[in-house]
């Protein structure tokens, strides 16, 4: 039994699509672009150094917060609870597990994975090759509701990148110092937050479930901040995702010695 744009009563057109346009441009460069994403930060992660310039005080994030006692020295600011894990287990495994869990269920990174990986479809207009469509009823997509507790953990990861942000004020030779690294840094911490700021989930925890406005002014006023970042949450989505990779390639060439930050002052 046929399904979707071949059901019976639907009209029989022999072309995929009518559309004129370039329609595969737009899902075939985000899927370039998430695919880079994955392998590079999978690559990361697994190599288990570079993560930490012990001079400057830069903490890629990553490799934050580092809570195996194989972190380097100096780079666990709350202490080391996890023991030292095999080889073929990276440093990061908490980190890596809720900041990709926080985006692998986001929304609009549904909707881009959707296009581009799954043609589901590719985009408006195009037929996707798929007969029927379960969405996140079934395993393993049904793992995707569980997004707004990845946002609590993001929300936690950000206060921690804040502090990895704060330490990264520090002077070569003690007290306080600004290189082009905490520019970076802090440069990365503002997309970060505006992109967890304009989250659907955040939207729906603090203004979600209420009768009435009135009796909640100030719920009320963090709602209309989210609702105006909210339409921007694919743009920060997105930029977000080249700040994470700009400021952990500066931050691991720093410490590989590859490069010298460039300091503004001490």
């Given amino acids: ?36 994403f994955i392998v590079y930060a999978t690559v990361r992660i697994f190599m288990n150094k570079y993560y930490w310039a012990e001079a400057e005080h830069y903490l890629t994030p990553l490799y934050s917060p580092c809570l195996s006692q ?14 030292a894990f095999p080889v073929f287990v ?20 549904r909707k881009a994975g959707y296009r ?5 479809p590719a985009a ?43 330490l990264a004020f520090h002077g070569i030779d003690g007290g306080i110092g600004m290189g082009l690294g905490t520019l970076i840094i802090w440069i990365n911490l503002v997309m970060l937050w505006l992109y967890t700021l304009s989250c659907h989930a955040c939207r729906h925890i603090v ?3 209420l009768k009435n406005f009135s009796k909640h002014p100030w719920r009320y006023r963090y709602w209309t901040f ?8 694919g743009t920060y989505a997105m930029i977000s995702l080249f700040t994470v990779i700009f400021t952990d390639a500066y931050i691991m060439s720093v410490s590989a010695g590859w490069i010298s930050d460039l300091r503004f002052f001490n």
């Avoid at 908490?94 to 990174?109: E, N, P």
């Fill in 226 to 233: 989210v609702s105006k970042l909210n339409p921007r949450h």
């Fill in 1 to 36: 039994m046929s399904a979707g744009v071949d059901s019976p009563g639907r009209a029989a057109i022999g072309q995929k699509t009518l559309r004129q346009d370039r329609w595969w441009l737009a899902p075939l460069k985000i899927g370039v672009i998430l695919a880079f």
């Fill in 207 to 209: 203004g979600g479930r």
């Fill in 90 to 109: 990276p440093v990061p495994l908490i980190t890596f597990a809720i900041l990709a869990g926080f985006r692998g269920t986001c929304y609009y990174y």
């Fill in 124 to 166: 408006c207009a195009v037929p996707e090759p798929h007969k029927k469509y379960t969405g996140e009823s079934r395993f393993p997509l049904i793992g995707l509701n569980g997004h707004r507790y990845f946002f609590y953990g993001a929300l936690l990861f950000g206060l921690i990148n804040v502090y990895d942000g704060v």
């Fill in 116 to 120: 581009s990986f799954f043609l589901a």
């Fill in 70 to 83: 194989e972190c380097v020295p100096g780079s666990s600011h709350f202490g080391t609870p996890l023991p």
